[in-house]
């Protein structure tokens, strides 16, 4: 299956680059060249800036700025200092690409800038560029600059021809990189990316890297598409290029046609400009903004999620309702082919609004679910502490302070394999600080930590969970788009052992049936209640092959029956040979569990040792004064 | 969810529905293939009503959008001189039509406008959109096609290299020389004034008058004409187009307290130019605009008496008296038409002159040649020229890229209304210095 | 002196800017929608306060009471689409861009493409300045400011210190939460953007009064009004009204001193550089946001 689609994609590649050729076999008119060549530059503006806004959520308002450079590069390089043509749309391509990557490292780097801190970085951008070019009288001075002709191989023919054939070059190669993306793991830590950045991080997705790489593609594209656009331009001014046309249609584009999907944009592409195109030539006089407009808002209201996600649900009936009307007008002699382009994509955009058929979502009954495929342990065994080896994670003398706030007032602690580690204390004792200094979420106000042998001070909370360090969260932070399978997959794919997409997915299987989720392999974490995703942040941490799992109050919130449950599956790990820090307040629970425990108070160490002794030490019954000493 | 659904059902359909009535008027207008060539005798048939085919003349305008006020005027003029034309027996004996695309005041969608007007409609002739940025895009997709691109409003010269495109409006090969040129003769014609502030919009023609081409050496604007001419230009302020903020520049001015103004802007700048100044208490001796909006100028009321622009044509009384009969009717009703589509400022001139202008050319052309064949009609404008109704007989000189010698005049504010006031010879009423 | 005067004209432009972006920065943070059609009941307003003054030689300040009500109306009514879609943040971007360019269709339908200006007999303000010494405050812009400002108080003072001020609060922070709590936030989401809306109605008039009228102005508005939004901090009115009085003060000084060709340069790149420097946004709330 995964050959298929690009078997196809390099078919209908070649194809496309062929029809100018074909064109007097055919008999149509130049004109249908020209119209594709504007969905194709569509195309590309909105997939390159899918990749980085719609994939990966960081929102740009900045298409314009790369457009623009793209423009810009072809009008300097080629029409004013007589370069090659394709000089200046490489050109265009590569400052654009740097343009991207001064600005990705401005915003991922120096600061962690985010949402629409973000989005207002990139608005500023091309309002910066168009006031540079206007002010440079080497590069525009503000009347504009005249491109000329380029000149190219007769054996193409006329310019139409040319300029169809440069787009569907850019456009193609977009496309092929927007769906290579999706079929490797880069597009799915991208989308992890979108959902939960911190989460992918400490699963070993190194957001950064990629991050550089969604937005530098993003600038290539925007940057050759813009630059082969100019030379269709008889004449290109600031104004012209830099204002909010390009961003707004990319983003409307994009959204319509759906985010998620590669071939999203360019379905969106597809129905903007053939709307638009087929609205102003029908001379609506006054209206066609109007249409325009409404169909526009019905679309986004009832497609939220964008058309491709309605179509991809039901192919075929919409491949035969598109394919039908256009079969239907021809017969009938309707209107021009673009004119039935327009109503069958109308059409079809109707029917995928019919009421959903029900998904494969079967859930199993409550009872069971959950408790399936788990051995059940025989009641109230006790924890058999497995041979004790090196220390995994060592906390010398670490303070955390929070502005005034001492969270951690110097705490020492050693966890060595095999141990099942209760971390207790009441409220505000520092213990969920305690995990996130040591899973590399905060740094230590001072103090070490080494993990695996290694000091991770500065390291990066992605290559700390590549030492062998696995934590879940208190609020189970799932990534809500990704299927239930899919979320533990992403651990895998950036584990100590990565993988690629595919195999990774089966290898979560694995994973899933330890905690007892396979039966929801499919589902959605909004569909799923707490319990399960409680136990989905379980599979997920120790799919990442840990050598010593945090787990912080993962029974938080729970009935009976799902922490008995949840108590087996956290032994289940231990046993599979995963050290466990367990965060907890159930004291039952920790004295079941534990091989040792850990007390905290007020973010000092307060006692540490044996869970008989250390529940019984007066200390430690004072600081749980009033409260039950057991759940 | 169903109820969502029958809604979304009903607009779809009225959408389809609509698409479909779209497709109708569309369908209507392109039945007709590239017309035969056939070479009609040149009969003047002056009443018989036109036959057979009509000829389609394509082209788009800015109707909406930022430009669209003015757009909107040459879509008005261009449909009455077709009327006016089919009333007269037609084009080669047959009926015109013209139904102008809306670019949306979007040049980079004039390009794929021309192209589907061209290969996919079929059109028999085009005409020319509105505005410089507009017509460049438009020449680039009439020179691949080899057709005739008669146009009304591009006065960037330099810019216009195509043989076959033909100005109805011209200030001859070098506007930036002339213009300023021209300015400092009427300035001289007054007396006593001996220094200039310069205002421009840097974008396109106005920048060009300001300041010539930017790659070019030796070329010059208004800047340097100035000086030769005896004028201290005390002050030399640029805007980007677009720009609503004028109180920095009114202040520069009221600083500099120059005898004169040039604003080289377009539309509305001027109007708030003046109204900052006004801000400040202070009001310039003499103003001129290159490109304003008319209308709006003169909505301003007595803060705008006395400012100067560029004109081709005023509807002024004695210009009009000494007009024919067919210019008297023309203006009529074009202001008649005009106030009907609710435009502000239904007057008759520059701009509806230029559009007039352009459609002699392609017309007289196409007459003239006797045919729909763009080589035929380009060699035969080249070698005959045309008699333009507002600017009379003139030919294309190849050397100044078809701009034939200008006959702009200068125009004032007077009693609320434009009245051309230089050359003396053409005015309509004395040019008024400063305190009138 | 000068530079005091060109200060003075660009601040309380400035404000006239703010006053917009108020609106669009309090839907955004209370209502989590990003609703550009804002622009488009600006623009409705100037025009209707252009039409009523003309049509009836209503004094053009004393058209609000015409066009607040209306505009509230078109405001309550968009928010109640947002509110029974259950429209993203993003899809309410889109919505409301498809709005604005039909709000933009429609007033071009009924009043041309033509510049439209009210009558200098209708409206002196055009041209009217208040002197204090040497330096001049432009009537139309300085109404704009103190608009501005007082708009501010009042919403400071109702979000801070009455019941359905601090509701929206909850809303604009955790949505499910305060519904818990029994906020009726649908009610007070409808309340909130038919304020606004008015709010829109007001900035249009006050437009109307300075500025000679297109159809197309609001795509001039949008980068400076998102600028001072996000420096300002989303849902901090407040800082809303510095951000647009920096802005313009600094345009309007840059433009004055260097040309304005090269203020939108100074600007935006300030812009960038507050944003690197100060990511969390110009002016902290107290809480944050």
Redesign the interface.
Known sequence: MKDRGWLVLTVAAIGMLALPFLRDQFGFPVFYLVFLSGVLFWTAQATSWNILSGYSGY?S?GQGAFFGVGVYSVAFFFARRGLSWWVGVLLGGLLSMLLALILGT?AFR????RG??F???T???P??L???V??SRTIDG?QGVGIPVPSYPDMIGPFQHFYFVLSALVALIALALAYGMQRTRYGWALFAIHDDEQVAEGLGVPTFRYKMIAIAVTGLLGGLSGAVFALNLGHVSPEGTF??RVP?FA??MS??GGRRHWAGPMVGALYIYTLQNRLSAAGFE??S??V???I??SL??FA?DGLMSRFTRRPWTVTAVLVGVLVAMTALGTGLIIDRLAVALLVAAVTAFLPRRATADTRPPETARGLSGLEQDPGGDEARPPELGRPLVSVADVTKSFGGVRALAGVSITVSEGELVGLVGPNGSGKTTLVNVISGTLRPTSGSITVAGFDIAGLQPHRISHLGLARTYQIPRPFPTLTVRDNVAIAIMFGREPRGLYSSREAADEHLAMVGLAELAHAYPPGINLHERQLLEMARAIATRPKVLLLDEALAGLNPVEIDNAVAVVRRIHRSGVAIVLVEHLLRVVNQLSTRIIVLDQGLLLAEGEPAEVLKDPAVVATYLGKQPHA | MSKATRTVSILAAVMLVAAACGDDSAQTTTTTSASPTTTQAAATTTEAAPTGEPIVVGGSLA????V??T??IHRIAGQLYVERLNAAGGLLGRPVVFEPLDDE?DPTRVGDLYEQLISQDGVDLIMGPYATPWILQAQAVAERHGFVLPHHTAVLAPALGYECQFPGWSIGPEPNVFIPNQVADALDSIGGMSTVALVTN?SGSTAFVSHGVPDVEGSRGALDVFPERGYQVVAD????P????W???A??IR?ADPDFVMVNGL??EA??LI??M????YSPRMIFALFP?P??VL?????AEGMLSVSMFESNESILANASDQVREIVAEFEARAAA?????TTFETQAAASWNAWDILTQGVEGAGSLDHREICDYLQQNGANLTFAGQMSFPRDDNNFWPTNQVLKQVQDGDWVVVWPADQAAAPLRGPGN | M?EL??I???AL?GSSFALIALGVSLTWGFLKVINISHFGLVLIGSYLTFQVATSTGMDPIATVVVTAPAMFVLGATIQW?FER?Q??E??S???G??????I???V??T???????M???LNPY????I?IGQL?F?VATLLAAGFAIALVLVAHFVLEKTYAGRALQAFGQDRQIAGAFGIDHRLLGILLAGTIGASGAIAGMLYAL???L???AP??W??RV??IV??GG?GNVTGTLYAGLLVGAV???V??IW???????V???L??LA??FR???LFLRKGGH
């Open positions: 929102f308002f401005i120096l600061r962690q800038l629409e801190i989005a207002l970085l608005l500023a951008i309002f910066i168009a006031a540079v206007r002010l503000g204002n909010l707004l983003i409307v959204a319509l006054g209206w903004l109007i325009l407009g409404a526009l808002i986004i209201l939220p | 109707l909406t959008g930022a669209g006020a757009g909107t005041s840097s302020e640029s805007y980007p677009g720009n609503t903020e109180g920095a520049i202040l520069s600083n539309g509305i109007n708030g109204d900052a006004s801000q400040l208490d909006a209308g709006a909505a301003m009321g007595e803060a589509a609710g435009v502000a400022y | 000068n005067q060109s003075i004209f660009g432009t689409v879609f429209v993203s993003l899809n971007l889109l919505i861009y498809g709005l604005l360019i039909i933009i269709q429609v071009q339908n009043w041309s493409a033509d510049f439209q200006r009558d200098p007999s055009f041209t009217r300045s002197a001049r432009p300075g500025q000679t297109s159809p197309d795509f001039e949008i980068g998102f600028a996000i420096l989303i345009s309007g000084i433009a004055f040309s304005a060709s090269v203020a939108p340069l600007v935006f790149s812009v960038v944003l690197i990511p969390q946004g």
